[in-house]
């Protein structure tokens, strides 16, 4: 691969007569060798017959041996289509671009050299003066290999990144990270999520005095500003939704920026305050939740799953609780011509909803009438959809018996189907319904004679005997 091309031609002198009409052979001679790394006389037929070296170091045995040699027989073979590209350029007497061109080296590198070749005289001699590239060649392996240590460097520092993420949101501390100079929550483990009951989405970005609320606002300013003045200082307690945290600080310097290390724990006694009042009823009604044998589900207004019970998880195939977290309910519970916009939409204007038929696919495909109760709780945060989902009974007896029609026969029976099929699928099988009826009828006026039920029902035999056979009939007799 060449490190250099110069496609442009070369601007000549305005008036070289003035400066070099007495300038002698000897004199170009010594011009050319004293502005060229490597200069070439070349025959017509690519022969070297004279040579010079600007350079001493170039000046070796071995290329001082190439007089009487091909030009072409002493470079690399990638290089031999170049010099002849360079000689029948300067042979029709014109100037072409600079080539680069490398010459092998005995048990070492090879050596790149720029070249350009001139025609010298009419006899068809060609002047080649090359440039030693061996110094740009190095400045660029520099740089290759300083770009290789680079991405070595950027592939570590994202390990450790990778690494302190990991044990950030696995670490069962609750922690914050805050800009000094903000005061704003850069980030938020799942422990301080958990304890601040919040999403970490909803924490991120705003200030830690709209999080965490203390007794006073002036002690956490108080402990923030001793931290950073002296990198550490006492705890101080917030207190949120009747409950208590303890709040620790530290500072820690990234990049050019200062930050808090704010770390959240629960104080002794806290817990045991929890275990009474409203906290311990609702803790068991949780767990009464948690084991009951209808499904129940909590989504976020947009239909996200926020939490489960052991029944949901059973009743729609799905393996964990983990894997339902922060999908689409949908994906499980649908009901044609009704999506979860309306259905949210419904919830947030009456607030609840109750015995809605609807539909259970489960994550294997297995279909399931169900029942649904809604409620919206919009005090909550964030506010809430909980569905309660419990499958429709079987029916024994409404079982159709062997002689009796899969479809519908009556107008209730038709009026149950809606919500349950989509209004395309109920008009084509309240059709079908009418339709049969009709040859049902004009089987039994005709005595079940096709030919005249075929006349009756203004149908061609043919059409007539392929919606037989469509709805079960055609192997009630055939009397024509």
């Known amino acids: 691969m060449s490190m250099y091309s110069a496609d442009s031609s070369p601007v000549g002198f305005q008036r070289p007569e003035a400066a070099f009409s007495e300038l002698d052979a000897s004199g170009a001679a010594e011009l050319v060798a004293a502005t060229a790394d490597i200069a070439l006389i070349v025959s017509p037929e690519g022969i070297i017959t004279d040579l010079s070296f600007g350079q001493p170091e170039l000046a070796s045995q071995d290329r001082m041996g190439w007089v009487g040699r091909q030009w072409s027989d002493t470079v690399t073979i990638e290089s031999k289509s170049k010099v002849e590209a360079l000689l029948e350029t300067a042979a029709k007497g014109e100037t072409g671009r600079w080539r680069q061109v490398n010459h092998p080296v005995a048990g070492g590198a090879d050596i790149p050299v720029l070249y350009n070749a001139v025609r010298l005289n009419r006899r068809g001699a060609v002047l080649a003066v090359g440039r030693d590239l061996r110094t740009l060649a190095s400045l660029q392996q520099s740089l290759m290999d300083a770009q290789r240590t680079m991405e070595r460097d950027y592939s570590k520092l994202r390990e450790i990144e990778t690494r302190y993420r990991q044990l950030f949101h696995l670490a069962s501390e609750a922690v914050l990270v805050v800009d000094v100079a903000s005061q704003q929550i850069q980030e938020a483990n799942p422990a301080a999520a958990e304890m601040l009951d919040r999403e970490i989405r909803k924490i991120t970005g705003r200030s830690v005095f709209s999080v965490l609320t203390p007794k006073n606002r002036d002690e956490l300013e108080q402990l923030l500003s001793t931290v950073r003045a002296n990198g550490s200082g006492d705890d101080v307690i917030a207190r949120r939704d009747g409950g208590k945290i303890s709040v620790a600080a530290s500072l820690f310097r990234q990049d050019r920026s200062t930050h808090y290390l704010i770390r ?60 339902a977290a922060g999908e689409h309910i949908d994906q499980w519970l649908t009901r044609p011509g009704t999506s979860f916009s309306s259905l949210s939409t419904n919830l947030r204007t009456h607030g609840s909803i109750s015995a809605l038929p609807m539909t259970v696919i489960g994550s294997y495909g297995t279909r399931i009438s169900v029942d649904v109760s809604a409620v919206a709780v919009m005090q909550g945060d964030p506010p809430c959809i909980g569905f309660m989902i419990r499958p429709e009974p079987v029916r024994i007896n409404e079982a159709p018996s062997e002689d009796e029609s899969p479809l519908p026969h009556s107008v209730n029976q038709l009026t149950e189907l809606v919500g349950q099929v989509p209004l395309k699928d109920l008009v084509k099988e309240t059709t079908d319904v009418i339709e049969r009826l009709c040859i049902e009828a004009a089987l039994k006026l005709t005595n079940n004679n096709r030919a005249s039920a075929s006349e009756l029902l203004g149908l061609s035999r043919q059409s007539l005997y392929v919606k037989l056979r469509r709805y079960g009939l055609d192997g009630d007799g055939d009397s024509d």
Do not use: M, W, Y
């Not at 006694?269 to 589900?297: M, Q, T, Y």
């Open 264 to 323: 959240l724990t629960q104080p002794d006694g806290a817990a045991d305050e929890d275990k009474g009042g409203e906290r311990g009823a609702a803790s068991h009604l949780l767990r009464v939740i948690e084991n009951a044998p209808e499904a129940f589900v909590v989504t976020d207004l947009d239909g996200g799953i926020l939490t489960c019970n052991e029944a949901f998880l059973t009743l729609t195939q799905i393996g964990s609780e983990e894997q």
